[in-house]
């Protein structure tokens, strides 16, 4: 993906991050998401006294776009680290999170993990969720 975009995209993941939610774990995460006509949504993970009802940041994102009408992506950058702390590890997609993005995601969507602008890892979504199950086998 172009540099800029990515820098981009990381720089918004660290920003949501800084809204996390999260008095139960104190592990902050935020996400960017990129959708098909260029447009950045942010999330952040929303914990919850239940556990059970806690969001990612990743569905976060995605929710919140599909509720306001996009349905296309091309890409998402995550960064997650306990909170008041520069990330300190990369913080891949949970599997939930994983299945939640091929559901929109377009062809090559890319899963970029940072811990900051510099330090990050690009993958394929595909590669993350190897033959999964989406709606083409239930059409
Ligand atoms: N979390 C995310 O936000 N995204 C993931 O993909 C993995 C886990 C959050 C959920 C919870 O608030 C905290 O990280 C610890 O599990």
Redesign the pocket.
């Known amino acids: 993906m172009d540099k800029l975009l990515r820098g981009e995209l990381i720089c918004k993941a660290l920003e949501a991050r800084e809204h996390a939610y999260?008095p139960y774990?104190h592990?902050a995460?935020g996400a960017a998401l990129l959708s098909a006509d260029g447009q950045v949504i942010q999330g952040c993970?929303i914990?919850n006294a239940s556990y059970g009802a806690?969001n990612?940041?990743?569905r976060t994102a995605v929710f919140q776009a599909v509720a306001q009408g996009m349905r296309k992506f091309r890409a998402i950058a995550i960064s997650?680290g306990m909170e008041g702390r520069q990330p300190e590890d990369y913080?891949y997609?949970?599997g939930i999170?994983r299945q939640v993005l091929q559901e929109f995601a377009e062809e090559n969507f890319k899963v970029i993990v940072a811990k900051n602008v510099e330090d990050f890892q690009e993958y394929d979504l595909k590669e993350l969720l190897p033959l999964g199950f989406g709606g083409g086998s239930i059409r």
Do not use: D, L, Q
Request: charged fraction near 15%; glycine fraction near 6%; proline fraction near 7%.
């Open positions: 999260v774990s592990y995460v993970n914990e806690t990612c940041a990743e997650g913080a997609p949970c999170c």
